[in-house]
């Protein structure tokens, strides 16, 4: 089949099942997925297997704008007024979830008698590890339509919109550390270069390249802002698909360094609001079709029906992860009860970046053995969770009582 046709039919295709699911109030990502499985090669068999295996170059750029747009959201300004509680609440909610999917998947799993499909229960711990790192990101979307549809107004939705702007950028620190842990549970030799030397220098010299190519692109933007806003889009996507390149290439961590690139470019380039409007309102949808519908076309059917019991466990330990760290840190900072009580609720949904980070793996062979069960296990919670967000997100909302506020007063 054509290379054109299929690239035209996945975006046909994921654009009418997203906006399937808009209609029926579900998150388009929703019906993107939808989309991918409709067009999986494994159940179909419409798209060549081929043309999935050699999508690498798609997902990667698609990668690249994601995490440069979560860097945008990392703005010190607003990082300041968002204030010490909302803070303390997102770090430890990031980070017991991380933990809680680790030990307690792990552990659950073993007294389960759960095993990798096709492997011994050595690939169990670096699954795990795997599967941690994906825990911290929340994604807003769910809890901002029902924000909107429904006039919600007060702490608990400040809070959740709050905490979600910094959980995936914690997310991304974790998987980068955690990715070099798996490793050497994969079979890599156990040493202190690779154990600690080597994942510093990774996540130190992606931080060090993104703050670099921020500033070249901030002064790019200089010299384009005159010209048409395509151009500087075309800038734009070039300096991202060389920083992840580069990164790649010198062995650096990719997603911090376009994380970083967005961050830098967020704080000091005085053209910044335009640059993310512009990115959202011309390429966005477009990415996001093409990411979510192929993403899915990875999956696995085999390693998902063999990964059936992971995927309950993690949407499980995740859960309760997010609730623990919710309720540590609004206790510590001294928030009002209610934002202890109904925050963790709208930090349930995930979204793209996971998808993301599950997709690298099939990019490392080391991690071969895992893969596919992995991405299958993702995709699933991510469905899960995407479905389950909204329904949570107006529960906490309704309970905190602040459901149509505005229209009360």
Sequence with gaps: MDSALVVGLIIMVGLALG??????????????????????????????????HHTEGITNLALAFITFSVGGTLL????????????SIALLEAEMAFAAVILGVFAAAWLL?????????????PLCILLGSTASPTDPT?????????????DVSDSIMGIAAVDDALGIINYSIAIAVAAVFMGSSLSVESALIEPFLAVAGGVTLGGLFGWMLKSGVVLFHRET???IIVLVFGMLAVCFGTAAMLGLDELLATMSM?????????????????????????????????????????????????????????????????????????????????????LLPQGGIVIGLALMIRGNPEFAPIADTFIGIVIGATVIHELIGPVMAKLALNRSGEIGVEKRK
């Design 262 to 346: 967005g961050a830098v470019v967020a704080n000091f380039c005085r053209y910044q609001e335009q640059i993310f409007h512009m990115l959202e309102r011309y390429t966005e949808e477009l990415i996001f079709v093409l990411f979510f519908t192929i993403s899915a076309m990875h999956l696995n059917f085999a390693a998902l029906s063999g990964g059936l019991g992971f995927v309950a466990l993690f949407v499980l330990f995740r859960a309760a992860g997010k609730f623990a760290g919710t309720f540590l840190g609004a206790a510590l900072s001294g928030a009002p009860r209610k934002v202890r009580r109904y925050t963790a609720f709208g």
């Design 113 to 125: 008698g759960f095993s990798v499909p096709g492997h011994g229960p050595a690939m169990l711990l």
């Design 229 to 231: 806003e395509s151009a």
């Design 76 to 87: 010190i300004s607003r990082l300041k007024r968002l204030g010490k509680g909302i803070l």
């Design 19 to 52: 906006e399937a699911a808009r209609m029926i109030r579900l998150p388009k990502i929703t019906g993107y997925i939808l989309a991918g499985i409709v067009l999986n090669p494994r159940l179909t068999g419409w798209i060549p297997v081929d043309f999935v």
């Design 142 to 154: 769910a809890t901002l339509a029902v924000d909107h549809e429904y006039a919600a107004k007060g």
